[in-house]
């Protein structure tokens, strides 16, 4: 953002409390996050940028030099990855100098010259289809049902991340070619969008639009162009935005990434124009969303979506905190931060940077998390390098070059706020200073910063204490205390003019704790110091262990947690069922299948539970002996085998397993085999889904067996509904065909699995 400031015509309206250091003037130094940065580093040299410039080339009427990569990019949503990459590698060339990614930015934008030139309109597209779309959307006629514009999947969302990756070329590898781009593509979006009523945009945006207005408010910053600033205020979602102004919660049952990005473009254009509304606005959202709808790892949403707040106990999936939705939280707390420093902002901030971003890359070769699952025995999946690239594979590519972005803060002229705890130097240059910052944290909570050179000025050190470190910071300097904090929460600061040589040292007092869920005190995650603990539960093959509880009678964690040893791992002492189990941090959890949140009994609610789950167990041996044919649904070998045929069906995953979900007008059906000469009975398996309110009937050779709504649901689980199956329906059969459809528009529930069982 600072080197974007300075390259700005329209500098800043609102006068910012802080701002970060260029990314250039910050150096980590060895650590898991200096591993992951060079991770990421290392694969980026290996993307090939003529394979992300295929459907653009394609879409300027020029022939593609190498085939496209996979995923999305060949699924309808191609472009929005190279928009990533040209910000990953601008953001690489400014940390780290290496000439090669500045080689990769300068070929990329050098071809979308070309691809201007090809067709002058200034047009940047890499989707299908699009020159149909945007002649529809120019004479007026929409049409969107959510994520398509006219058929085509997101189209400004994907406009947006070729816009910032421009942006950011130009900023921070100082390539004026990428602002010329940048405002000829804009010329296009406004020569497109010019003729359209409030009543038509209103209609266009209910199409998910990422950040349109953050780049255009940025355009127009770069530029001193109204045109730009006119069009940014135009990507404004009334029916989201304008309650949340109103301080009103209009987020339950959103697709939350959708959202974010919205109120990322809000903040900057305060900074921009000085409208308090959209400060108070972002400020607003952000609160609601990092207090009400956020995970202990510091990540939102499940399967995408919000739910109600304070109600997450209950959503707990393989398909919880999609990594984008963090992405763009941080860059949100970034630009909130700049206007107001609380230590609040970077209290979220560490958590998610360490407990999410963090752990959402492997780093043995830099791939990355789409949703970091939270549902106890699951495990990370991985994108791949060519075959399934994904929104969080694009922002992933990012996250892990910029993590010297945030370290370290400019205040007022002569002042710095350290807000994380991340070995590293500052090269404070105009101050004639450098700090190097060594640490284990949060191994451990010693920080040590050495002064580098002699400062011209007396000049403010000012440091984050945690909210969690609930005890006070000694902050010594030279070996004698200098300051005293005891309010965690704040900030605590030291001034001098500072010499060559001079030590400033603190322990931060790391403990164990524990975390409640907002709705259910009784589940519980565990915490080092920032660091969210997990369980290791074993590899990720083969089937999933049963789930584990913690039995500590109310006692304190430090009397049943204990070390084992070894940096950072603690195991129960006869505190885990139904064994004992050993934590470590989170983020160090790559292939294994992991826990985080634990239900926490005394011995008499356990000996309760258990019995619970063994007449569970029982009910499931029962089901198996008395199964005549079974299939999973979502899964193409047994739908196969069953002759399964649909339409409009909404196949996804979660907690290992599969699911279908006949949508507004659309069924499904498929081959059961059955007793004839016996009772039999139709036993379904639901995925308890948040997101729907199911009104559907089931029919076997054309009689309906059930009208269902499935009411009062478990949420977020499977579970099994038997439906009696008449003799009228299965006498003398072999084999009936089960339909399932919605009624009028309505869908149906979300299926997983069906199971032909003799009646008892």
């Given at each position: 953002?600072?080197?974007?400031c ?7 309206v ?5 701002e ?25 040299l ?21 085939p ?8 309808g949503?191609?472009?929005h ?11 690489e ?28 309109d ?7 289809d ?19 514009l006219?058929g085509?999947?997101?189209?400004w ?18 390539n ?20 359209l ?5 209103e ?14 408010a940025?355009?127009?910053a ?36 959708t959202?974010?990005?919205?109120i ?15 400060l108070?606005?972002?400020?607003f959202?952000?609160?609601t ?8 790892i ?5 399967h ?27 860059r ?9 420093t ?17 752990a959402?890359?492997n ?8 949703f ?13 390098p ?28 002569e ?24 640490t ?26 945690p ?22 929460g ?18 931060l ?16 995650a565990?915490?080092?110091?920032p ?9 990720s ?6 789930t ?38 989170f ?36 089901l ?52 004839g ?22 029919l076997?050779?054309g ?5 269902e ?31 399932v ?8 529930g ?11």
């Amino acid at each position: 953002m600072l080197a974007a400031c300075l390259l700005a015509v329209v500098v800043s309206v609102a006068p910012l409390k802080a701002e970060p250091f260029p990314l250039g003037r910050v150096k980590l130094l060895e650590g898991p996050f200096a591993k992951a940065n060079q991770a990421t580093a290392r694969y980026l040299l290996t993307v090939n940028p003529d394979r992300l410039l295929h459907s653009f080339r394609k879409h300027s009427g020029l022939e593609p030099k190498a085939p496209m990569y996979g995923g999305w990019e060949n699924m309808g949503l191609a472009g929005h990855s190279l928009g990533h990459y040209l910000s990953a590698c601008a953001m690489e060339f400014a940390v780290s100098g290496d000439k090669r990614f500045k080689e990769k930015v300068d070929y990329v934008i050098a071809e979308f010259v070309a691809c201007q030139k090809s067709r002058p309109d200034g047009y940047l597209g890499a989707m299908p289809d699009g020159d149909r779309v945007w002649a529809e959307v120019k004479k007026g006629e929409i049409r969107s049902g959510g994520f398509d514009l006219n058929g085509l999947w997101a189209p400004w969302y994907t406009h947006h991340k070729v816009f910032a990756g421009l942006l950011d070329a130009h900023a921070l590898t100082g390539n004026k070619d990428a602002l010329e781009v940048a405002r000829k593509f804009g010329d296009w979006a406004i020569e497109t969008t010019k003729d359209l009523t409030p009543e038509l945009w209103e209609k266009m945006l209910a199409c998910e639009y990422g950040g349109m207005n953050e780049s255009m408010a940025e355009l127009y910053a770069r530029t001193g162009e109204q045109k730009y600033l006119d069009l940014a205020r135009k990507f404004y979602d009334k029916r989201v935005l304008d309650p949340l102004s109103k301080g009103q919660n209009s987020l339950p049952g959103k697709h939350s990434n959708t959202q974010i990005p919205k109120i990322v473009g809000l903040a900057r254009l305060f900074e921009v124009t000085g409208n308090e509304t959209d400060l108070k606005t972002a400020r607003f959202f952000w609160d609601t969303v990092v207090n009400h709808h956020t995970y202990v790892i510091g990540g939102n949403s499940n399967h995408e979506y919000l739910g109600l707040p304070d109600k997450l106990s209950e959503a707990l999936s393989s398909n919880t905190a999609e990594t984008c939705n963090t992405y763009n939280m941080l860059r949100l707390t970034r630009h909130l931060f700049m206007q107001d420093t609380r230590a609040e902002y970077f209290d979220y901030y560490e958590r998610a940077h360490l407990n999410h971003i963090l752990a959402s890359q492997n780093p043995s070769d830099g791939m990355v998390t789409y949703f970091m699952p939270l549902v106890s025995g699951a495990s990370r999946g991985y994108s791949d390098p060519e075959h399934n690239w994904t929104c969080c594979h694009g922002s992933g590519m990012e996250n892990h070059v910029k993590h010297v972005d945030s370290i370290y803060w400019r205040g007022r002229p002569e002042e710095v706020f350290v807000n994380l705890f991340i070995p590293s130097e500052l090269n404070w240059s105009e101050q004639g200073i450098s700090l190097r910052m060594e640490t284990e944290y949060p191994a451990d909570g010693f920080v040590k910063l050495t002064v580098v050179g002699n400062a011209k000025k007396d000049l403010v050190v000012s440091f984050r204490h945690p909210a969690w470190a609930n005890q006070h910071i000694s902050l010594m300097v030279n070996g004698r205390e200098a300051a005293i904090s005891s309010r965690p929460g704040t900030y605590t600061g030291t001034v001098r003019k500072w010499k060559d040589g001079d030590v400033i040292e603190f322990q931060l007092p790391l403990k164990l704790r524990t975390e409640a869920m907002p709705d259910n005190p009784k589940r519980i995650a565990l915490m080092w110091g920032p660091a969210v603990l997990a369980a290791d539960l074993g590899s990720s093959q083969g089937p999933a262990p049963r789930t584990p509880v913690l039995v500590t009678d109310g006692k304190p964690i430090e009397a049943w947690l204990t070390p084992t040893g070894k940096p950072m791992e603690w195991k129960t002492t006869g505190a885990g069922r139904p064994g004992d189990l050993t934590f470590r941090p989170f983020y160090t959890h790559t292939s294994n299948r992991y826990a985080v949140y634990f239900d926490d009994y005394t011995q008499a609610e356990w000996e309760k539970a258990e019995a619970e789950f063994r007449a569970e167990e029982a009910r499931v041996r029962d089901l198996e002996t008395r199964t005549v044919d079974s299939m999973r649904i979502g899964e193409m070998q047994p739908e196969r085998d069953h002759n399964l045929k649909s339409e409009r069906n909404d196949v996804r995953a979660a907690n290992g397993r599969s699911f279908r979900t006949p949508m507004g007008g659309g069924w499904m059906e498929f081959d059961m085999k059955v007793e004839g000469a016996l009772a039999n009975e139709l036993v379904i398996t639901y995925w308890g889904n948040d997101r729907i309110r199911p009104d559907f009937e089931i029919l076997v050779d054309g009689v309906k067996v059930a009208d269902e709504k499935l009411e009062a649901r478990p949420l977020n689980a499977f579970f099994d509904v038997a439906y009696a199956l008449p003799s009228s329906a299965t006498q003398g059969k072999s084999k009936v065909r089960v339909r399932v459809q919605g009624k009028g528009n309505a869908w149906s529930g979300s299926f997983a699995g069906a199971r032909v069982v003799r009646g008892k």
